[in-house]
């Protein structure tokens, strides 16, 4: 069931990987892993389906994929039954750190698009935006926001001095520091605390509430026990996390932050996109177990909720 043909260069790139990751030395079962996760994601973008280990196809031929890609869309057909025609809030993941929500107005956070491969989403796709919300000043998450305000005239939202100078420039920007919060034009956004080092500036979360529904992008945070703080005030719906490991939570601590969390959804991210921070997301769901149910979205899918509220027109 091919349904799009895999770019040559892709596809080197790709052997070039392998072979470099079948030479190394050291942890045998982290490249194993690198690998694997490349595979899948050249067969999910070009080919539709996932390889799901080398043991599988053997034991079972090809039949299987199309079983698990029926499955897949069965689950997807279901999932979006379940969100209404309208009033709904979509999350999308565009790699990385990056998130796109659409409600009633139109969120980005952290959009790292630009140079992020992983990402299926254009720049000059990317039609209209509210608010985009930076979390810290590291380049893929400051990514394409200075660039996305102004084609859409887009507010701009981070902590103070994040638009100074020549690179703020013909933007609107709301600064924030950690523990305010502001409410634009029905968006009511939390700054909120990260245990991160950011290149020049502190580092930040976010909760915002829109349309009645809470998000939580945590940024590239470690785990702290603050964040049980935000499970205690706040009823969050879904907690965007980082589960790379190195720059910010691991599987395990990430597992924990949900224990203290206690969000209906979890989306893993900061992960995948460079050798350092490969992870098995199926690792994070199992670790997570029945605390919360984790939706481990691909560049380009999304995540609906059901708004409980929905703000003015
Ligand atoms: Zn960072
Ligand atoms: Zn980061």
């Given at each position: 069931m091919p349904q799009r043909k895999i770019p040559i260069n892709d596809l080197v790139n790709f052997i070039v990987k392998v072979r470099y990751h079948a030479c190394q030395e050291g942890d045998e079962k982290r490249h194993v892993l690198f690998i694997r996760t490349m595979a899948n994601r050249m067969f999910q973008n070009?080919?539709?389906?996932?390889?799901?280990?080398e043991h599988r196809i053997k034991a079972r031929g090809e039949q299987p994929f199309a079983d698990s890609v029926a499955r897949r869309k069965s689950y997807e057909a279901r999932w979006k039954e379940t969100a209404p025609a309208e009033g709904c809030v979509k999350v999308k993941f565009l790699g990385h750190a990056g998130f796109q929500v659409v409600g009633s107005r139109v969120l980005f956070f952290d959009?790292?698009?630009?140079?992020?491969?992983?990402?299926?989403?254009?720049?000059?796709?990317?039609?209209?935006?509210d608010v985009v919300l930076v979390t810290h000043d590291h380049p893929h998450h400051v990514g394409d926001s200075f660039e996305i305000c102004r084609r859409t005239g887009g507010t701009l939202v981070g902590i103070t001095g994040l638009a100074e100078g020549e690179k703020g420039r013909g933007v609107r920007f709301q600064a924030m520091n950690l523990g305010g919060k502001i409410d634009l034009d029905g968006v009511v956004i939390h700054m909120v605390q990260s245990v991160h080092v950011g290149k020049t500036l502190p580092a930040a979360g976010y909760v915002v509430e829109l349309d009645g529904c809470v998000l939580y992008h945590a940024g590239d945070t470690a785990l702290f026990e603050g964040l049980g703080q935000i499970g205690t005030d706040f009823e969050v719906d879904v907690a965007c996390l980082p589960i790379g490991d190195r720059f910010g939570m691991g599987p395990r601590e990430a597992a924990r932050a949900v224990e203290l969390i206690k969000p209906r959804f979890v989306v893993p991210m900061h992960?995948?996109?460079r050798p350092e921070i490969e992870q098995d997301p199926d690792e994070f769901r199992q670790l997570v177990a029945e605390h919360s149910e984790v939706r481990v979205l691909h560049p380009g899918e999304s995540l609906v909720l059901n708004a409980r509220k929905v703000h003015r027109p």
């Open positions: 070009y080919i539709g389906y996932t390889y799901r280990g959009p790292f698009i630009t140079g992020n491969r992983w990402c299926t989403t254009d720049l000059g796709a990317v039609r209209g935006a992960y995948g996109t």
